[in-house]
T-cell receptor
Framework: GAGVSQSPSNKVTEKGKDVELRCDPISGHTALYWYRQSLGQGLEFLIYFQGNSAPDKSGLPSDRFSAERTGGSVSTLTIQRTQQEDSAVYLC????????????FGSGTRLTVV | AQSVTQLGSHVSVSEGALVLLRCNYSSSVPPYLFWYVQYPNQGLQLLLKYTSAATLVKGINGFEAEFKKSETSFHLTKPSAHMSDAAEYFCAVSQDRGAQKLVFGQGTRLTINP
């Protein structure tokens, strides 16, 4: 596609429920990243995919968080048993291979846990 | 590991005045450096990047940044601020030349006064 697409754009869920956030990267971008942005905070790295593999998942905050990528394209970030501290904007980005291209970001999913 | 420091979480300038947003990185090895802008309720958009071709880098919307190895800095400037420049600005650095993961600063919120 023309840009990085994230869905849903907004999600309100009850504490304890599971949620799935979707990211559809730019076609041909082999690298995909998930970041979290809490209110008034910077970007917190969660996980990085190269193709379908995740060489760096060091930022996942707990075992309630998981992510997968299939077909070298769409990625899903799953949060199980959501907590109020999970409320944040979840940003997905994709890039060409190599460190000098920079990322293209999606518009994010705003998650609110009530 | 690389780290990024943005001096000033909030910067306020008058319309038409010089914009200066400060960014310092931690490594002595020149990495790749980026500036991103985030408008309200949107994802991050690449403003400009340094990849060693030239130390003075020009980006979109009249912004530019100068890489200074001796000062480990990559400050963002614009000669004359416009109301539409009001946004959050993030500096980012690659972990090293071979790495794709970016480390982001905490962000600087730019306010433009009429």
């Amino acid at each position: 596609g023309a840009g990085v697409s994230q869905s849903p754009s907004n999600k309100v869920t009850e504490k304890g429920k599971d949620v799935e956030l979707r990211c559809d990267p730019i076609s041909g971008h082999t690298a995909l990243y998930w970041y979290r942005q809490s209110l008034g905070q910077g970007l917190e790295f969660l996980i990085y995919f190269q193709g379908n593999s995740a060489p760096d998942k060091s930022g996942l905050p707990s075992d309630r968080f998981s992510a997968e990528r299939t077909g070298g394209s769409v990625s899903t970030l799953t949060i199980q048993r959501t907590q109020q501290e999970d409320s944040a904007v979840y940003l997905c980005a994709s890039s060409l291979p190599g460190g000098n291209y920079g990322y293209t970001f999606g518009s994010g999913t705003r998650l609110t846990v009530v | 590991a690389q780290s990024v420091t943005q001096l000033g979480s909030h910067v306020s300038v008058s319309e038409g005045a010089l914009v200066l947003l400060r960014c310092n990185y931690s490594s002595s090895v020149p990495p790749y450096l980026f500036w991103y802008v985030q408008y309200p309720n949107q994802g991050l958009q690449l403003l400009l990047k340094y990849t060693s071709a030239a130390t003075l880098v020009k980006g979109i919307n009249g912004f530019e940044a100068e890489f200074k190895k001796s000062e480990t800095s990559f400050h963002l400037t614009k000669p004359s601020a416009h109301m539409s420049d009001a946004a959050e600005y993030f500096c980012a650095v690659s972990q090293d030349r071979g790495a794709q993961k970016l480390v982001f600063g905490q962000g600087t919120r730019l306010t433009i006064n009429p």
